[in-house]
């Protein structure tokens, strides 16, 4: 079983922080379908020091998502401490978890997320001053390096272990690559020869199959699944199922999809009222609606949505309509 510090999950599945995705919405319905740990999008270290009103919205945990990692980024270790002192104090998340794999030019060029992997020292720096800081466990998620040139991803974990943190998400592709090319399991398996942390391999787990080949190669303790459960949290219930059980349970059905698509809708309406929730959750239900035969028409109609009554009589229609071709 997979446990970091005195918190201990009930299975091997982890969802990724997915940045613009992973709210309480969303979160909880992967907890709903079994994920054993659910992390939260990144939050601004200085966002949460300056009290910032989206920037605490992100800190909200249902106590239904629990256990929950927050994950922040910074690029001081000032600041980064105050707003770890903050997770830590005020708000219900089990675990803390510092981003070092955010590749993103605006996130690297203020010295956050992927540009601490060309510094295994300040990453020591950084993790030993949160750790010392707070009383909730602290993990870090990172990438296997910045470019083929620098790939430290062995050197950065014992960093992380070294300073205190009880795990580490290890992201298979370099920060130059972004979410292109493939991931490399190889250089997991070797960050987790290299410490004795737990470590939760992340990159190209797309299928349940995935997921425990990864485990099977690579020797992780757990698997981080990210845009395999866009739109599809039946990713993780079936993970879930087939590394306990060996049996693949079948997909999902599109009437099924559908609802839990508008579960979804409804939960974002209740976190952040009607007009932001159906702009949001037109790029969800176009996930939602992918695989399904003739769902690239129906994403046309979603994509000028403004009302969640009619999206939802757009998706429900489009479902009937299908059923009776099928029935015919």
């Known amino acids: 079983m997979l446990k970091i510090g005195p918190i201990e999950l009930k299975n091997q599945v982890v969802l990724a922080p997915m940045a613009g995705v992973c709210n309480p919405a969303f979160r909880l319905i992967a907890k709903e379908f079994g994920a054993g740990l659910v992390c939260a999008e990144m939050v601004a270290d200085r966002g949460i020091i300056s009290q910032n009103e989206k920037s605490l919205q992100m800190l909200y945990v249902d106590e239904r998502e629990k256990p929950l990692s927050l994950q922040i980024f910074g690029g001081s270790k000032e600041t980064l401490v105050e707003a770890a002192k903050y997770v830590d104090q005020y708000t219900n998340a089990d675990i803390i978890d510092i981003n070092m794999g955010c590749p993103v030019p605006k996130i690297t060029k203020c010295d956050a997320g992927a540009r601490w992997l060309l510094d295994p020292d300040k990453i020591y720096e950084m993790v030993s001053a949160v750790v010392e800081n707070v009383d909730k466990p602290v993990t870090v998620k990172m990438r296997k390096g910045w470019d083929d040139d620098h790939i430290y991803a062995v050197r950065n974990a014992q960093a992380v272990e070294s300073a205190g943190a009880q795990a580490v998400a290890l992201h298979g592709r370099t920060r130059v690559q972004m979410y292109e090319g493939t991931a490399d399991w190889e250089i997991i398996k070797e960050v987790k ?88 959750m037109r790029k969800h239900a176009a996930w939602y609606l992918k695989g399904i035969r003739g769902g690239n028409n129906v994403r046309k109609k979603v994509n000028v949505c403004e ?5 939802k009589e757009i998706l429900y229609g489009f479902v009937e309509k299908l059923t009776v071709e099928q029935a015919s």
């Open 193 to 280: 020869q290299a410490v004795n942390i737990p470590v939760i391999g992340n990159g190209d787990v797309l299928t349940p199959e995935d997921a425990k080949r990864m485990l099977d190669t690579t020797g992780v303790d757990g698997v981080m699944i990210g845009r395999g459960a866009l739109g599809n949290p039946w990713m993780l219930y079936r993970t879930v199922q087939y590394l306990e059980t060996g049996v693949l349970a079948p997909d999902p059905d599109p009437k099924e999809k559908i609802d839990v698509c508008c579960l979804h809708l409804d939960r974002l309406i209740k976190l952040k009222g009607e007009n932001i929730a159906v702009k949001e």
């Open 307 to 311: 009302k969640a009554d009619e999206l």
